[in-house]
């Protein structure tokens, strides 16, 4: 059964930094492009990254480019969202999903196109 799990959200200052970690079980992620999705409360769910199955190929939400650098491990089946410089307005649950594809959409606010939704974790950004 496919499983995707988050974690390495807590709380941090402006301006610090966070690792997220998306773990998968019951499926290779070697043929799979994963994405990076937050949503805080009362806003709608909004795409954040997106990497394909290769790793060769990346998109960033245009509020999170040059802060956050997604990669994957596909040897650890894992994909990983480091974010620098972080704001208080990247407060959100921030989610991992599957597409079952191996390259991204075109859009980063695509989170129709993805499935196997993780449970999310808590990053919370403030002094």
């Known amino acids: 059964q496919l499983q995707l799990v988050e974690s390495g959200g807590g709380l941090v200052q402006p301006g610090g930094s966070l690792k997220l970690s998306c773990a998968a079980s019951g499926i290779s992620l070697n043929y799979v492009a994963i994405g990076w999705f937050r949503q805080a409360p009362g806003t709608e769910r909004e795409g954040v990254s997106c990497?394909?199955?290769?790793?060769?190929?990346?998109n960033y939400a245009d509020s999170v480019k040059g802060r956050f650098t997604i990669s994957r491990d596909n040897a650890k089946n894992t994909v990983y969202l480091q974010m620098n410089s972080l704001k208080p307005e990247d407060t959100a649950v921030y989610y991992c999903?599957?597409?079952?594809?191996?390259?991204?959409?075109?859009?980063?606010?695509?989170?129709?196109?993805?499935?196997?939704w993780g449970q999310g974790t808590q990053v919370t950004v403030s002094s």
């Open positions: 999903a599957v597409r079952g594809l191996k390259t991204c959409p075109a859009g980063i606010n695509t989170g129709y196109l993805f499935g196997s």
């Open positions: 990497i394909s199955s290769s790793g060769g190929s990346t």
